[in-house]
C-alpha cells in the first residue's frame, strides 16, 4: 500500500523531541512540536509546568529549529526567571486554601488522606499516608474542594441569572481560570480554591453570565456585576496575585 504524499510531509522517523539552548551558563531544554497549520517558528512557556514549547511548522528543519530558539535564549531566560518561585506540595510549606494560609503537616501514622485543623491560630493541612503519596494527596484534595466550591458557585450564579448550567468540571489549565461551552459545560481551574472565596465567586459568575452573552460586550459586564458585586475587587486581585496561584505543587526541579 502506497503511503500519501502529505503523510511524508509530515513524517519525522528519527526527529527528537527536545533541544537545549545554553544561555548565559544555563541550559534550558526546548520541547519540539510540529503543528499542521503552523506558518513560522514560535515559542511559548507554560506557567504551570514551566515547560519551554517550539511550535514550528510542518517542513521546518530542527536545524532551524535550534537556530531560532538560540536566538531567543534571553528571551526564554527572562520568562522563566519571571515567574514566581516553585512551591512543593511537602510537610511545612504554606498553601493558602480560599485566600487562607495553611501549613501543610505530613501525619504518617494517622487514619484518613487530608483534612484541616485549626490549632490556636494557625490552621493545619494534615497528610496522611506516606511521604511519598503527599504531594498527590494535597492535589487530589484541592481537586475535589475546588470542584464543590464552583460547584455551588455556579449553580448559585445560574439561579440568579435563571439559566441552567449542565455539568462543572476542574483542571489545571494555565491560559484561562475558566471556560463555558454554549450546551451549559463549565470549566475550571482548580487553583480557583487557592483565592479567597469572593474570587472564585466572581469566576463561577463570569462563566455562567456567558450562557446569556458568549461575549465581553457591555450587557455582559453588567449581568456580571449585578450578581457579583465584588467584580471589580476580584478583577483587581487576579491581575495582582492570580499567577502566583501556578507556582504551588510545582516541582522546583523543572
Known sequence: ????????LFRRTSE???ITVDFDGEIYLVQ??????????????HATSR?????MPPRGSVKQAKEFAEKHGAWIAARLNRLPDAAPFVHGAILPVRGYDHRIEHRRGARGTVWIETRESEHLLCVAGGESHLPRRVRDYLKREAKRDLEVASRLAAQALGVE?????????????????STGVLSYSWRLILAPSFVLDYLAAHE?????????????WRLVERIC?????????????????????????S
Request: hydrophobic share 35%; with cysteine; proline share 5%.
Open 1 to 8: 500500500m502506497s503511503i500519501p504524499l502529505r503523510a511524508l
Open 16 to 18: 527528537p523531541s527536545t
Open 32 to 45: 519540539m512540536r510540529r503543528h499542521r497549520q503552523a506558518r513560522r517558528y514560535t515559542l511559548r512557556i
Open 51 to 55: 515547560e519551554v514549547v517550539l511550535t
Open 165 to 181: 448550567i449542565r455539568r462543572v468540571s476542574v483542571r489545571d489549565q494555565s491560559s484561562r481560570w475558566g471556560s463555558c461551552s
Open 208 to 220: 455562567v453570565a456567558h450562557l446569556i452573552e458568549m461575549n465581553h460586550s457591555r450587557r455582559f
Open 229 to 253: 458585586p465584588q467584580m471589580g475587587r476580584a478583577k483587581a486581585w487576579l491581575d495582582a496575585y492570580g499567577a502566583d496561584l501556578h507556582r504551588y505543587g510545582l516541582d522546583p526541579r
